[in-house]
């Protein structure tokens, strides 16, 4: 199994930054991709960024050029940059990891809110 432990959200002004980092742990070694999603209140769980262990990326349309993945392979750990926040930013941002001939695993999850 994985344990996965985020942190960085908080409260946010619009235009502001925040990076969040998800600290992965456990049968680690299958890993093939590390990402972030995000649940607003009333909506779906939607993907904002993936990085695979070659280092291919992708985002939402919603968060190009505004927000950045990268990874530490040796710190086990993932990041999410988010730069130029916008209150529809606003979610519960979850860290999700997935395995070959595995499930995916969650985070559980830190809240980000944007508002001045």
């Known amino acids: 199994q994985v344990q996965l432990v985020e942190s960085g959200g908080g409260l946010e002004q619009p235009g502001g930054s925040l990076r969040l980092s998800c600290l992965a742990s456990?049968?680690?070694?299958?890993?093939?991709?590390m990402g972030w999603y995000r649940q607003a209140p009333g909506k779906q769980r939607e993907l904002v960024a993936q990085?695979?262990?070659?280092?291919?990326?992708n985002y939402a349309d919603s968060v190009k050029g505004r927000f950045t993945i990268s990874r530490d392979n040796a710190k086990n750990t993932v990041y999410l940059q988010m730069n130029s926040l916008k209150p529809e930013d606003t979610a519960v941002y979850y860290c999700n990891v997935k395995r070959f001939g595995d499930m995916p695993y969650w985070g559980k999850g830190t809240l980000v809110t944007v508002s001045s």
């Open positions: 990085i695979a262990n070659g280092g291919s990326t």
């Open positions: 456990g049968s680690i070694s299958s890993i093939y991709a």
